[in-house]
Each structure stands twice: as C-alpha cells, then as structure tokens.
C-alpha cells in the first residue's frame, strides 16, 4: 500500500466526488478511479459504493478514514522531524493529541511555550489516542494529550483536565430555550454519535451514561466527523451528546446546553516517553498545567 494511495483516498472522501478529488490531486479522474480500485483489491475491501449521481463511504471505509489519516499524519510527522533536525541538537518538538486539548488547552500551551523557548520549532498534529500512542513510541511525536493514561511502561502521563458532555440540539428544538436539558427529555429522540471504531472512548462514554439511567438510545446515524454531527443536528435529524468544545462551533440553528442531571466527563491526560532527555520536551511539559482539583 502507498502513502500516495491514502492521499487519493482522503481526497476522494473528503467530498465524496471523484472529479473533484482529481482535480485537488492533480490527476486525471481515470488515473485516480484506477489508485482507488487498486486500493481496494489490495485490502480486499469496498471502500466506496458509486451510483452514477452519488458517491458514498461503504462500512469498511468508514473504519478506513481514520486509520487512513493517522497513518498520514504520521508518516508527514516523520518527514517533517527528519528534516528539521538542528546540529544544536534541539531539532522540532512533536505535539499531537485529540481534539479537545488541540482547540481548547494548547493554544494558550504554545503562547506560554514560545515566550519562554522562542529558539525552539513547535509543529501541531490533531490525531485520536491510539494513533497519538503509538507515534510516542515511534517518535512521531514528542509529547501527546489523550484521552486515557497509556499502559505502556515506556510512557509516563498525568490528568490535565476534564470536560462535561453536553448536548447539541436544533435550533428549534422545544428545548431550545431552557437553561438545562435531562437525559429523558431526549431519550425518545434520534440520537448522532461517532461510531466506536473512530472514537470509542467517547462511545463508550455515551452509552454507560444512557444505561446508568436506565435509558437504551435510539442512534439515527453514526457520523465520525465533527462538522458532520453539527450538521445533521442543525438539519433537524436528531440531537447529538459531544464534548463542551465543541460548543464553541457557534450556529444559529444549533443550540448547546448542559445536562441538568450529573453528566459524565471524558479526561485529558499529558503523555511522553519515560527518561525523555530532549530539552525541549521537558521544557513543554513544564507550560502544561495540572489537573485541577
């Protein structure tokens, strides 16, 4: 399999339209629909089901797409490190990790970073936990924020922060209005969550928190992509359960309100590389606050 192939393939499910996708990779469609069929025949799998008016992503696609872009981002990530090593040795430091710690903590991070190591090259990765797990121990990365404290010996971790779970609901929600909404307010209503094979942990979260109350969730669709979530529930095609970052996607027809009842948290933790000597890691660890108790 060649990276050039994952590429053809993000491209093509990243607007579901094999014109544009060659046109964004520079290819002649027939070229591309050729590295898409080979892709296919290599992993023995369907990737896309194609009608003459649409594209769409098959089951095995979608569990594709993010090992697909974690791959990638790994393998710019280990370009990237190779090419900017220093003769001082500090070379670039590595940060990947989920979503809500690239939106939310590692700005005001980075800011307090770079006052202090202004000498010293900071590159960003967005990735999911396993994958950020596993470029620790590669050395794609330097420092990762996951989800939940790695096992791996090798690594050592500490909780940053946590976040509530929320709900995203349509604008013209009858519960648009309030100040709070309860689990079974909404129980009764289709509800879009990412599948657990492109977030598990969030997953899994999710459904405790529907079992804890005795309530079994009527799960519409299973949508992997944030702006996708955002955007089915504006549509009106149900409500969603995401973390409180994600409010910060502001849109007139969604509304974001806490859950009245206790609501469960999903974690931040702080990983790197036990007995890491590269300065500049250690320095980066130092701007990252602690948990708050």
Not at 8 to 17: E, T
Not at 171 to 178: I, L, N, R, V, Y
Not at 214 to 229: F, K, S, T
Request: hydrophobic letters at 45%; aromatic letters at 6%; a negative charge.
């Amino acid at each position: 399999m060649e990276l050039k192939q994952l590429r053809i393939f993000l491209a093509v499910a990243d607007g579901l339209h094999f014109g544009r996708a060659a046109e964004a990779m520079n290819m002649a469609q027939p070229a591309l629909s050729a590295q898409i069929k080979n892709l296919e025949e290599r992993l023995g799998v369907k990737l896309f089901e194609r009608t003459t008016r649409s594209v769409s992503l098959t089951r095995a696609g979608e569990t594709f797409l993010p090992e697909a872009k974690a791959t990638l981002a790994q393998a710019d990530a280990a370009v990237t490190a190779a090419r900017s090593v220093r003769d001082d040795g500090m070379g670039l430091l590595k940060v990947g990790g989920v979503d809500s710690a690239t939106v939310g903590l590692l700005p005001e991070v980075v800011r307090r970073f770079r006052s202090r190591y202004p000498q010293t090259e900071i590159k960003i990765f967005e990735m999911l936990s396993a994958p950020a797990i596993h470029a620790l121990a590669n050395r794609s990365l330097d420092v990762a924020f996951v989800r939940i404290p790695p096992k791996e010996s090798y690594l050592e971790s500490r909780a940053v922060f946590s976040e509530p779970i929320v709900v995203a609901l349509p604008g013209d929600s009858p519960f648009a209005k309030e100040s709070s909404v309860s689990l079974h307010d909404i129980a009764g209503q289709p509800l879009v969550i990412p599948a657990r094979s492109h977030r598990p942990i969030l997953f899994d979260v999710i459904h405790k928190h529907f079992r804890d109350n005795g309530i079994e969730p009527h799960i519409l669709q299973e949508a992997n992509e944030r702006h996708m979530i955002i955007a089915m529930v504006a549509a009106g095609l149900g409500v969603s359960l995401v973390p409180e970052w994600v409010s910060q996607f502001k849109r007139d027809d969604v509304v974001y309100l806490p859950l009245s009842e206790p609501c469960p948290l999903v974690d931040v933790h702080v990983a790197w590389r036990s007995g890491e000597g590269m300065k500049p890691a250690l320095d980066f660890l130092e701007c990252v606050p602690d948990h708050p108790d």
